[in-house]
C-alpha cells in the first residue's frame, strides 16, 4: 500500500520530486486511463478508447503502445509529445479529503497527499514543493491544476458514459493492425463510439448531450481515432531502428 501523508510545509519543508520522464517511474505503460477534461489536449498526440473495469463500468484509456509496457512515446527521459496524460503528470501526490470548518460550517473539503515511497520523492533531486520564504513553489501549483483536472474528469466519467449509453453511442472495435505482411497486432477489450449513429442524433437527445458537454467529448474521441496510425508509424521506425 502506498505510504501517503497529508502534504503540509513543516512535514515535507525539504520534499522535492523529480519530474523527468522514466521507465523507472511507471512511465512504460501502453495503457493508462485518462479523463473526459483531458480530451482537447489527449487528441492531439493519442488515441482514446474506452475499456470496463472488473464491475462492469466505462473508464477512458488512450493507447501509447501495441505490446505491453511498451509506450512508444517515452525515449529514454523524454516524452515525445505535446502532452503527459494527468495521472502520469500528478506524480506522488493523490487527491485526499479533510473535514474543514468553511464559514463556520463543516465541510468535507479536497486536499493534496504525497506517497512518501513513490519513486519520484526525493531530498536531494527535483523540484521543490514549497518556496524558502513561504508558500507554493510553481510546481506544486501545476501539480493542483492536474488533480483538479483528475477530479472533475472524475465526476465527469460516470454521466458522460450514461448519456453515450442511452444515445447508444458505444460500441465494441476490434482493433487489429497489421505492420508488415508477417506482423499483426490484436489490442483487445476495446470501445469507442460509433461516428455513424453520432451524425444521426436529433432532437431531444443531441441537445442533452451538447447541454452536458458530451457532444465535444464525442467529437473529440473520434478525432483521436486517426492516431492509431501514428502509433502503426512510431511501432514500425522503433523496429527499423533496432535492426
Known amino acids: 500500500m502506498a505510504n501517503t501523508a497529508l502534504l503540509n510545509n513543516i512535514d ?22 485518462v479523463y473526459p477534461t483531458e480530451f482537447s489536449e489527449l487528441q492531439r498526440d493519442y488515441p482514446i478508447f474506452f475499456r470496463k473495469d472488473e464491475a462492469g463500468n466505462y473508464f477512458c484509456v488512450v493507447l501509447m ?23 502520469l503528470q500528478r506524480g506522488p501526490f493523490l487527491i485526499g479529503f479533510q473535514d474543514q470548518n468553511v464559514d463556520g460550517e463543516v ?13 519520484r520523492v526525493s531530498k536531494t533531486e527535483g523540484e521543490p514543493r514549497f518556496l524558502a520564504q513561504g508558500g507554493n513553489a510553481p510546481y506544486l501549483q501545476h501539480v493542483s491544476q492536474v488533480l483538479r483536472v483528475i477530479a472533475i474528469g472524475d465526476e465527469m466519467t460516470k454521466p458522460m458514459f450514461e448519456a453515450f449509453d442511452q444515445a447508444g453511442l458505444i460500441e465494441p472495435v476490434s482493433l487489429d493492425l497489421k505492420l508488415d505482411d508477417h ?37 473529440l474521441v473520434l478525432a ?20
Do not use: C, Q
Open 12 to 33: 515535507h519543508a525539504d520534499l522535492k520530486v523529480i519530474t523527468r520522464r522514466g521507465a523507472e517511474f511507471g512511465d512504460s505503460v501502453n495503457l493508462v486511463a
Open 107 to 119: 465541510r468535507r473539503e479536497p486536499v493534496i497527499h504525497v506517497d512518501l515511497d513513490n519513486p
Open 183 to 219: 506482423t499483426e497486432y490484436k489490442v483487445p477489450d476495446l470501445f469507442t463510439l460509433s461516428e455513424e449513429r453520432l451524425a444521426a442524433l436529433e432532437g431531444e437527445m443531441l441537445e442533452r448531450l451538447h447541454k452536458g458537454g458530451f457532444l465535444r467529448a464525442a467529437y
Open 65 to 87: 503502445g501495441l505490446d505491453k509496457g511498451e509506450n512508444l512515446f517515452l525515449a529514454g527521459d523524454r516524452w515525445n509529445a505535446n502532452y503527459v496524460p494527468a495521472l
Open 224 to 243: 483521436s481515432l486517426s492516431n492509431v496510425n501514428r502509433l502503426i508509424n512510431m511501432k514500425n521506425a522503433k523496429r527499423s531502428a533496432a535492426g
